[in-house]
């Protein structure tokens, strides 16, 4: 047979995962100087990962990316098989059949557990949930959050802790000018939320939000936002390593924080805190075993050996009523069937991008990764890109000196059988067009960005795949 | 960012001397591996040291015979590390701040996980500020027709 990339042989690659690391992937495969062809795998029938299921609804514009991953979905050698898990409707060793190289990108589906006595008490629940809830994804669409309840903490000072404080403050007119889920939507109009407190462990001069989310809180329509003068008033070692670092958007940030120490009430419906140098230490459960407190202590900085300003709990503490709390302290990736893991960061077991074996930490043959699964969970859409590019750099050098698998059925009709057969309801790019044109359409009658599908039969239903 | 996100994409072997190798020994291994430094461990695994580049040029000055010394008489015994969960601008600080090329990785019990180099360093930073370009910019072509 011809050399790979040839139109007669062209190379075959599998990216499992479509969110933006696996589109980035593509769009730098189909500039190489050959011939490709890309099958993208999801195991949702909606593509665009977290660009559909984690950015906020109240974000749309940044949601406009997905422009530019139509237009790679439009290039000749690129398939979508949506509703398609590996692992589920696939194997390893069926990609092994039937690709050159493959490509995991499937971003960090869970999120990292708060160790504290309480945390299975009812009423906690990982951000990640609630994220994944109010975006509509379908398997967290049926879940229940308590929003009767008048206060609410968020553990973690991140910007999804900044997403997830702005969705329970904002009003019902606010939201609904967004695609957030339609049952969401219902909810949170309903929710008896008053008071959310947004705890952060360490101070405003290492908080994890970006400037303008930590701006944007400050400017909601009915939510009026404080900080509290004795914690955003900065310790010598803060302030000597912020002079060090002459980091300008770190001090704007900071003076952002410290001027909403200043604010007083103005009679809106809803209080949000933003408090530092605090981190939770129990949570307290009522006589249903639902959450009704916590209790706080409170933290001072001290410099680690490396120059990093860690957090060290003082003798003092301090017990808040809370109803509702939230754990926003990192997504984190799961393992895939038959794909090694490193277990420490929740990553891929990866060299750069090159999937290697646990006991020879050799590369695994044609296998790669990109994205939130290689490098954990981190960094804005964007950061995936330099990521994706630098993974396919690898297997273009990889690929010239011989090193890709050698598939039995490296014919595209081959594959496409195959999965017909395994989820004869896989959802094709052209079977995606058509729903997003549906919620676009709905969403249009009400004058809101898209009416999302939540629910995979709807999805199916609404292509005529039922 | 934090310092795991640097260790996340290596693959977690750690290379290291003994104390008891020679130069000769450890210039060997630092060539094999193209690296610059090497974590020097008592027999139990103990990090006892860090041997660069650097510290054998400086040692090479006023001792011809330096292939053959120990690598214990040639060594850096202070090393300050890092852990996983310290902030990579810190780090990036400190380390050009005190003209560090290295600096190995322990977990939370002082076991050795890994080592760093400053070139990952400013990759990651620079990968930082070149995401919200790349955000940036793929928003820009999206408006585009
Ligand atoms: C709540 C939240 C809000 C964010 N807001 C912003 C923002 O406003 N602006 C910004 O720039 N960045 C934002 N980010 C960051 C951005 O979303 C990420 O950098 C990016 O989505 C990571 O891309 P990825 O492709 O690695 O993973 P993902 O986007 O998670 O994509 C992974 C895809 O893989 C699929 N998948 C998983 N397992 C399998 C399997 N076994 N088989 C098949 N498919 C599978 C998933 O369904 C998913 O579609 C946000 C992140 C979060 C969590
Ligand atoms: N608008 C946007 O652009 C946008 C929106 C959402 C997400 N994102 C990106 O997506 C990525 C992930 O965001 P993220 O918010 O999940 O993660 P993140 O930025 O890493 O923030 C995690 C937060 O949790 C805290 N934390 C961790 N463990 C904790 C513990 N045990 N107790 C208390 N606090 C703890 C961290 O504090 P320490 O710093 O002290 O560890 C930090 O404040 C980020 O890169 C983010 O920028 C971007």
Known sequence: MSEVGTAENPLRVAIIGAGPAGFYAAEHLFKQKMAVQVDMYDRLPTPFGLVRNGVAPDHQKIKSVTAVFDRTAKKPGFRFFGNVELGRDVSVDDLRDHYHQIVYTTGAQTDRALNVPGADLEGHHPATEFVAWY?????????????????????????????????????????????????????????????????????????????????????????????????????????????????????????????????????????????????????????????????????????????????????????????????????????????????????????????????????????YTAGWVKRGPSGVIGTNKPDSVATVDLMMADLQNGRYLHPTHPEAEAIASLIAERQP??????????????????????????????????MLAAVGKA | MKVSGILSIKPGDVITAHPQQTIQEAIGILAARNIGALLIVDDVGKLVGILSERDIVRKAVMHKGVFDLPVAEVMTTHVVTALPQDDLMSVAHTMTEKRFRHMPILDSDGELIGMISIGDVLKAQRDKYRGEIDTLETQLMADED
């Open chain 1, 425 to 458: 309801q896989f959802f094709s790019y052209a079977d995606w067009q058509k729903l997003d044109e549906l919620e676009t359409a709905k969403g249009a009658e009400l004058g809101r960005p898209r009416l999302k599908f939540t629910c995979v039969e709807d």
């Open chain 1, 135 to 367: 975006n509509g994804h379908p398997d967290f669409r049926d879940l229940q959050f308590d929003l009767s309840q008048e206060k609410v903490a968020v553990i973690g000072i991140g910007n999804v802790a900044m997403d997830v404080a702005r969705i329970l403050c904002r009003t019902p007119a606010e939201l609904a000018q967004t695609d957030i889920a339609d049952y969401a939507l219902e909810a949170l109009s309903k929710s008896n939320v008053k008071e959310v407190y947004v705890l952060g462990r360490r101070g405003p001069a290492q908080a994890a939000f970006t400037t303008p989310e930590i701006k944007e809180l400050g400017e909601m329509e009915d939510t009026d936002t404080f900080t509290i003068s004795d914690e955003v008033e900065l310790d010598s070692l803060s302030e000597a390593s912020l002079a060090e670092s002459a980091d300008r958007g770190a001090m704007r940030k900071v003076e952002i924080i410290q001027s909403y120490a200043q604010n007083q009430s103005t009679g809106k419906s809803r209080k949000l805190f933003v408090r530092f140098l605090v981190s939770p230490v129990e949570l307290y459960g009522d006589e249903h075993g639902h959450v009704k407190a916590m209790k706080l202590v409170h933290n001072e900085l001290y410099k680690t050996d490396a120059g990093s300003l860690r957090p060290r709990a003082t003798e003092r503490t301090e017990v808040i009523e809370v109803g509702l709390v939230f754990r926003s302290i990192g997504y984190r990736g799961v393992p895939l069937s038959g794909v090694p893991f490193n277990d420490s960061w929740g990553v891929i077991l990866n060299d750069n991008g090159r999937v290697i074996h646990p006991d020879t930490k050799e590369p695994v043959t044609g296998e």
